[in-house]
């Protein structure tokens, strides 16, 4: 039995029990969870050291449920042992009655109540006179502002206009010397087949279906619908093997928006109007021509492809 534990108290059952089944207090505290001060205060009998009531309470069931004994009932007698406890450590206070002289006599109140209720409306009344006063004057010396209300003008949003539909034939013009093949994609006809020298341009005819490019050096020709010029072709020197140049696809990509609003400055320079010597050089292609089968160079040295 537990020193300080008072013979029939739950704590004594309890510590009764776990020396029978030959227990450590510290093994009960890892199994249960409950601090092992608390498990000594309940075994001792120092229920001043336990924490509230429906904690200690709970404390005592789980304790006694690991033993193997009734933690309900023990759980209960324990809150009747705590709640005898504080009954008898309670000692009420001595009831003094009050003096009846010191109390102040029924009129003696009812003349206090009527001087402050005297204070306060006059107060209130000074108040509002006071107010009122300074209303008047604050009205006498305003002058009214006849200034018209300013108007506030709302610039409209600015919608971007869409891009206008280039028009005008479809020609190709070389900034340097380059090798390109233009014809229909379906490997029909051949409208040109040669080196395009510097400066000059092949322009395709109306009739054309679907013609497509061809050329290993894409940075040295430019694509145009009458005056506008397009992006480029191709990365330099990467084989293009089939560029549409059909007027549907053509005009898709030049009435196409830009991701950005500021165009980018490494193609800057795409975005410039063909140079004025180009447009007066006298085409190699002519339309006219093709139908006499005599469109183009037609010499062999012409003909031999671009290393």
Avoid at 106 to 114: F, K, P, T
Avoid at 156 to 183: F, M, R, Y
Avoid at 209 to 237: A, C, H, W
Avoid at 256 to 280: F, G, L, W
Wanted: net charge negative.
């Amino acid at each position: 039995m537990s020193e300080g534990a008072e013979p029939g108290t739950v704590g004594q059952q309890l510590a009764a029990e776990r020396a029978r089944q030959m227990l450590d207090l510290s093994d009960i505290a890892a199994r249960t969870r409950i601090p092992l001060r608390h498990l000594e205060a309940i075994e001792n009998g120092e229920h001043g050291a336990l924490p509230a009531l429906p904690y200690s309470a709970g404390f005592v069931k789980s304790y006694a449920n690991m033993l193997g004994l009734d933690g309900q009932a023990l759980s209960r007698t324990f809150r009747d042992q705590i709640g005898g406890e504080q009954r008898a450590y309670f000692e009420p206070e001595a009831y003094e009655p009050v003096d009846p002289s010191r109390v102040p006599s029924r009129l003696l109140a009812m003349i206090a109540l009527g001087v402050a209720l005297l204070i306060g409306m006059a107060y209130l009344l000074l108040r509002f006179e006071g107010d009122s006063s300074d209303l008047a004057k604050l009205a006498a010396d305003t002058v009214q502002d006849s200034r018209p209300i300013p108007v506030r003008s709302v610039t409209p949003a600015v919608v971007p206009a869409e891009p206008a539909i280039p028009t005008g034939p479809i020609s190709v013009v070389a900034n340097e010397d380059a090798w390109l093949k233009i014809s229909e994609r379906d490997g029909g006809k051949t409208y040109f087949m040669n080196v395009l020298v510097a400066g000059q341009n092949v322009i395709l005819p109306d009739d054309a279906v679907d013609p497509i490019l061809r050329t290993g050096r894409p940075q040295s020709l430019k694509v145009l619908i009458g005056t506008t010029q397009l992006p480029p072709v191709g990365e330099p020197d990467r084989l293009v093997r089939d560029y549409s140049l059909k007027r549907e696809a053509l005009v898709a990509i030049a009435t196409a928006k830009p991701e950005a609003d500021q165009p980018d400055a490494a193609n800057a320079s795409d975005a410039m109007p063909v140079p004025e010597a180009y447009r007066n050089v006298p085409p190699v292609y002519d339309p006219s021509a093709s139908r006499t089968g005599t469109a183009g160079p037609t010499t062999d040295s012409d003909r031999r492809p671009q290393p």
